[in-house]
């Protein structure tokens, strides 16, 4: 097997511009699927992401999804243009949750990239991103910079 | 002869409230998690998260690993679930997140533990039941290795007259 072949070839370090933005392909509609399995999964007991009766009560009215999911959402939605060529992961802040996401609501993921540095190794470089996360109303649910280590095509790529 | 269960049940007290987090003081969390091979690669794929570390054994191993990596997001949501009880279940909303560092891979089989210290709180200006809560929480792993490490911020709750913890 060629690991070379197996991910793309417009995502290595020298290919991220530092200011420019991408929308990324994919959205996804938020199911139980993702928001209740991953919940229970991590073993977060907060009912309000696995009990619509106690939502019912409440200002919302209805299960939220919890906002690890969204956020591991959109990374994974922002991950093929960003880091199909990542070494690691490095670290995330500046994470916000804007408005709330309920099953139903449709998810899209866009990306800044805001620098490139030297890594403490020659064959990878440091990127980091700002990504944000819209609803199908295009209301920003989601901000969060990541800082990712991503290969060098010079070192990684025949 | 039947029970009235319904009137004579009580509730177990569950979790802290704003008066409960004075900086500083420490929680362990409970349970622990030992991640497995199908949690990881289902919440991979579920999440559209494209990096073969995370599903292909075979690319993982030519990158350097033992076997696949568990997905990052996956130890975040995991060390952030087990916290949830003694932080936020009877909070409100989750905030943000500052300075989450991955501090090593984790992989499938190792077992993960959380625990947190309070960083900041004050109450909040809008809602005189709510205030706002920072605290540091760290995952690590079987052999005690910290793998992450991030500042939560989230609404929690004012202690309700009556609350019985």
């Not at chain 2, 559209?48 to 990158?63: G, S, T, W």
């Not at chain 2, 996956?74 to 679930?81: A, P, S």
């Amino acid at each position: 097997m060629s690991m070379q072949a197996l991910t793309g070839n417009n995502n290595y370090f020298e290919d991220f511009t530092e200011g420019e933005v991408l929308k990324h392909r994919r959205g996804k509609t938020i199911e139980p699927l993702e928001n209740v399995l991953i919940t229970n999964m991590v073993m977060n007991t907060a009912s309000s992401h696995f009990d619509d009766v106690v939502m019912k009560d409440t200002m919302f009215g209805k299960r939220l999804q919890f906002g690890g999911v969204t956020a591991s959402l959109i990374v994974g939605m922002a991950s093929q243009d960003t880091s199909e060529n990542a070494l690691a992961e490095l670290g995330l802040t500046k994470i916000r949750f804007k408005v709330p996401v309920f099953h139903g609501d449709t998810l899209y993921a866009y990306t800044q990239v805001v620098s490139k540095e030297e890594a403490d190794r020659a064959d990878a470089g440091v990127v980091t991103f700002r990504h944000w996360g819209v609803n199908q109303r295009d209301d920003v649910v989601f901000e969060g910079e990541r800082t990712v280590l991503v290969k060098r095509r010079s070192h990684w790529r025949r | 002869m039947s029970i009235d269960f319904r009137s004579q049940a009580i509730e177990r007290p569950r979790g802290h409230w704003y008066e409960d987090f004075e900086v500083g003081t420490e929680f362990v969390h409970h349970w622990g998690r030992t991640i497995n091979q199908s949690d990881n690669s289902l919440f991979s794929t579920l999440t559209l998260h494209f990096n073969p570390l995370y599903y292909n054994v075979e690319f993982a191993r030519e990158h350097g690993h033992p076997c696949e990596q568990v997905n990052p997001m996956l130890v975040f949501t995991t060390v952030f679930g087990l916290s949830v009880e003694d932080l936020s279940e009877n909070g409100g909303a989750f905030l943000g997140v500052e300075d989450l560092s991955f501090r090593r891979p984790v992989y499938p089989g190792d077992t993960v533990t959380a625990r947190s210290s309070v960083h900041a709180r004050r109450l909040s200006e809008k809602n005189p039941k709510q205030g706002i809560c920072t605290w540091h929480t760290r995952g690590f792993n079987q052999r005690g290795e910290e793998v992450i490490d991030f500042k939560r911020t989230n609404l929690v709750s004012l202690k309700p007259a009556g609350a019985s913890a």
